[in-house]
């Protein structure tokens, strides 16, 4: 079981905002990243360090936190965003790496 | 660019074991944590092995804990992960990731995978 907390499925329609959370008790003391996986592919890192966007990450993206709750929040959606979406982040240890369920972002 | 490209992977049977190799290019490799991340099909990430830049820190998930070892040759650019006593639950791609322990932490470049499949 992960000790990060992510909802298992959202849907979006094309052009709106959806923003995915993740919960954990580690996120009050650590920043979260956030990872795309489409079908059959690799994870792609999108944001860390809670807001940071790594280079060649469209600008729809963007991540915020509230208290303990990190979000992911994809402006405008695409119907190419259509994919799993995890976060990860430290453990309550701060030793070793912890990662959510995954949700799964359905674009209508 | 930064390149991770693994190998290795296949079929095995129960109790039986498989060597991953993963080769890096593109960063300065002995300068960098690397990482061993897998996915079971149709299931979530699961980091289940670290290792620092000089192997002088290693970590690897009760998961898998005294069954795999995670190793690395600097000179070679290079990223091993010794899997022993295989189970049909270590079924799953295998991937290599570059970690950083800033800002929390983050894989930054992956691998595009290695399947494992452990079967009679």
């Known amino acids: 079981s992960s000790e990060l907390t992510q909802d298992p499925a959202v849907s979006v329609a094309l052009g709106q905002t959806v923003r995915i959370t993740c919960q954990g008790d580690?996120?009050?003391?650590?920043?979260a990243s956030w990872y795309q996986q489409k079908p059959g592919q690799a994870p792609v890192l999108v944001i860390y360090?809670?807001?940071k966007r790594p280079s060649g990450i469209p600008d729809r993206f963007s991540g915020s936190s509230s208290g303990n709750t990190p979000s992911l929040t994809i402006t405008g959606a695409q119907a190419e965003d259509e994919a799993d979406y995890y976060c990860?982040?430290?453990?309550?240890?701060?030793?070793?790496?912890?990662f959510g369920g995954g949700t799964k972002l359905t674009v209508l | 660019q930064v390149q991770l490209v693994e190998s290795g992977g296949g079929l095995v049977k129960p109790g039986g074991s498989l060597r991953l190799s993963c080769a890096a290019s593109?960063?300065?490799?002995?300068?960098?944590?690397m990482s061993w991340i897998r996915q079971a099909p149709g299931k979530g990430l699961e980091c289940i092995s670290y290792?620092?830049?000089?192997?002088?820190?290693?970590y690897n998930a009760d998961s898998v804990k005294g069954r795999f070892t995670i190793s690395r040759d600097n000179a070679k650019n290079s990223l091993f992960l010794q899997m022993n006593t295989l189970r049909a639950e270590d079924t799953a791609v295998y991937y290599c990731?570059?970690?950083?322990?800033?800002?929390?932490?983050?894989?930054?470049?992956w691998g595009q995978g290695a399947l494992v499949t452990v079967s009679s």
């Open positions: 593109g960063f300065t490799f002995s300068d960098s944590y």
């Open positions: 990731a570059t970690v950083k322990w800033e800002l929390g932490v983050r894989f930054e470049y």
């Open positions: 580690s996120l009050r003391s650590y920043y």
């Open positions: 360090g809670t807001n």
């Open positions: 290792i620092s830049s000089s192997s002088s820190t290693k």
């Open positions: 990860n982040s430290r453990d309550s240890s701060g030793n070793h790496v912890v």
